[in-house]
């Protein structure tokens, strides 16, 4: 699984799948070779100026309040909507500039928008985006499968998604074949000799090599920023003053990106499993490492108190151990599954971390992981192919495409060599022993993306911006809580909502106390009190 480990993601389609996902990045870049450096005037190539304080932490600074002339066709396009392939949905197609700064008609983009109308009762409050994380999930498919609003909610609301551009039905990013993305799962993550190294930066070249002869024209075009900016477009046709917006995980970085651009356009915001923009590729890395160990800790803790635990029953360090010998024999022996393709040690991995996502896979993942301590393969798989977004025909989805697209454009790579990966091994082991050599060495996929990275971190503060809600979990291991913490005290204007808990964001997943803070909000603009903490 030669993949970085940032695929954030909420977990609601996952638990419905009975796993959870995650993958490549989104983050803020790390160390990158001395030509990747983004330049420090123009992000992405979107327009978007930054800002520099004294103290020398960039920060993203705001786009003019006007519409440029050049822009205003797309602020001013009329949408044709439509019914789509479920029913009470509505589908339209946008059109975008492919690049914000020399927007022209030839090269326009089609972006994917679908809505549900407000049911009432209740006067209408607007339309409310959604987008689900990844970057490269679905917000369309998540709007019309999983997303958690309640019915009041969507009583007063148009509940609206759009997939972001790269993405699902929005002139998507291709990059494999099915079979050459099979083999492309099943590297050896966890490189042990010469061979295996070379095989392992054979497959990140070739990955990248495929992005770039399938979708050159579009890859240096997907970044959040530029996002962003279509979110902005969509929030006018629909004709909104002001975005109403609920995201989770990654989409918690796009929109704060949304109101660091727009400060004046921001209405209710709630960002659920923040990011932390802030932060180099390097650190989130790191910290998404120690925080799925926090989350196997966690599992281990429950699984050693249940009779016929497949992790024994003395203690969790002795559970990561076995874990760690499972991993090691399918390393040398890969596990049946009844078809074509076997269990490495990989797609294990790969299964096991998607399990991390929600505590309601745990006792799935106990029950397959005595399965594989047994020679058979087969739910590891099954959970490995739900993050990966495999489905039963062989075929994948595009979110492990447009995954690193969008990381590896947004920042400088966490690694630009493998010899700075070896150099790291002892930091990444410390913050978990079980998944450290695997995470680091996922985080070297960057590094041989086609198109220079054009963003860089940074602060983003959103000055202006009325009332907006962040949220984190205690436990979280995708998105650390203190991600959370830390964005909620660069927005100006927002208030951290805390669930003390498991699993990947709190909104929508059980818990009566954030439920009801969130819908306060989004229904009477009321944000909860300050550092307000729910179970």
């Known amino acids: 699984m030669p993949t970085s480990r940032r695929l954030l993601r909420t977990t609601a389609a996952a638990v419905c799948a009975a796993t959870a996902l995650l993958i490549s990045g989104c983050s803020p870049g790390g160390p990158a070779a001395p030509d990747s450096a983004a330049s420090p005037g123009r992000a992405n190539g979107a327009g978007a100026e930054r800002t520099t304080p004294d103290d020398g932490t960039s920060v993203l600074a705001p786009l003019p309040a006007g519409?440029?002339?050049?822009?205003?066709?797309?602020?001013?396009?009329?949408?044709?909507?439509?019914?789509?392939?479920?029913?009470?949905?509505?589908?339209?197609?946008?059109?975008?500039?492919?690049?914000?700064?020399?927007?022209?008609?030839?090269?326009?983009?089609?972006?994917?928008v679908a809505r549900k109308k407000a049911t009432g009762p209740g006067s209408r409050l607007g339309s409310l985006m959604v987008n689900p994380g990844g970057p490269g999930g679905s917000a369309i498919d998540y709007l019309q499968k999983y997303a958690p609003q309640p019915a009041a909610v969507r009583a007063r609301y148009d509940m609206v998604a759009m997939d972001p551009r790269g993405v699902a039905r929005s002139e998507p990013v291709e990059c494999l074949s099915n079979k050459e993305m099979d083999r492309y799962t099943q590297t050896d993550q966890t490189p042990d000799?010469?061979?295996?190294?070379?095989?392992?930066?054979?497959?990140?070249?070739?990955?990248?090599?495929?992005?770039?002869?399938?979708?050159?024209?579009?890859?240096?075009?997907?970044?959040?920023?530029?996002?962003?900016?279509?979110?902005?477009?969509?929030?006018a046709v629909l004709g909104d003053k002001k975005l109403t917006y609920v995201g989770a995980s990654y989409g918690t970085f796009l929109g704060a990106t949304y109101a660091g651009l727009y400060p004046t356009r921001a209405g209710r915001l709630v960002l659920d499993g923040a990011m932390d923009p802030a932060l180099d590729s390097r650190t989130i890395n790191i910290n998404q490492t120690a925080g799925f160990n926090t989350a196997f800790t966690a599992f281990a803790a429950d699984c050693i108190k249940r009779k016929g635990c497949p992790l024994g029953n003395k203690d969790t360090a002795d559970a990561g151990r076995q874990l760690s010998?499972?991993?090691?024999?399918?390393?040398?022996?890969?596990?049946?599954?009844g078809e074509n393709r076997k269990l490495t040690e990989s797609l294990a991995t790969t299964g096991v971390v998607a399990a991390m996502y929600d505590e309601q896979s745990w006792p799935l993942l106990r029950g397959y992981l005595s399965q594989a301590k047994n020679g058979d393969g087969r739910g590891?798989?099954?959970?490995?192919?739900?993050?990966?977004?495999?489905?039963?025909?062989?075929?994948?989805?595009?979110?492990?495409?447009?995954?690193?697209?969008?990381?590896?454009?947004?920042?400088?790579?966490?690694?630009?060599?493998?010899?700075?990966?070896r150099a790291d091994l002892p930091a990444f082991r410390k913050a978990s022993p079980v998944f450290g050599d695997s995470f680091a060495w996922a985080a070297l996929n960057c590094a041989y993306w086609p198109v220079k990275p054009s963003g860089n971190t940074h602060r983003i503060e959103a000055k202006g911006a009325a009332p907006i809600v962040v949220v984190g979990t205690t436990r979280d291991p995708a998105t650390p809580y203190t991600w959370a913490q830390s964005l909620a005290r660069q927005?100006?204007?927002?208030?951290?909502?805390?669930?003390?808990?498991?699993?990947?964001?709190?909104?929508?997943?059980?818990?009566?106390?954030?439920?009801?803070?969130?819908?306060?909000?989004l229904l009477e603009g009321t944000a909860p009190p300050k550092s307000k903490r729910c179970t």
């Open 380 to 421: 590891l798989l099954t959970l490995s192919d739900s993050y990966y977004e495999r489905d039963p025909s062989g075929r994948y989805a595009n979110q492990m495409y447009a995954n690193p697209a969008v990381n590896c454009l947004d920042l400088p790579p966490a690694f630009t060599s493998p010899d700075q990966v």
């Open 491 to 521: 927005l100006s204007s927002a208030t951290l909502l805390t669930y003390e808990g498991d699993g990947h964001t709190a909104y929508g997943r059980g818990s009566d106390c954030i439920d009801t803070a969130i819908n306060t909000y």
């Open 193 to 235: 000799s010469s061979a295996e190294f070379d095989k392992l930066t054979t497959a990140y070249r070739a990955f990248a090599k495929g992005c770039a002869s399938r979708s050159g024209k579009l890859l240096p075009h997907v970044s959040t920023i530029e996002a962003a900016r279509d979110m902005d477009v969509l929030r």
């Open 67 to 112: 519409i440029p002339a050049d822009l205003r066709p797309y602020y001013d396009q009329k949408l044709s909507w439509h019914a789509c392939s479920v029913s009470g949905f509505e589908c339209a197609t946008m059109k975008a500039p492919l690049a914000y700064d020399s927007p022209s008609e030839a090269t326009d983009i089609k972006l994917a």
């Open 325 to 337: 010998a499972l991993f090691k024999k399918l390393d040398a022996h890969p596990a049946q599954t």
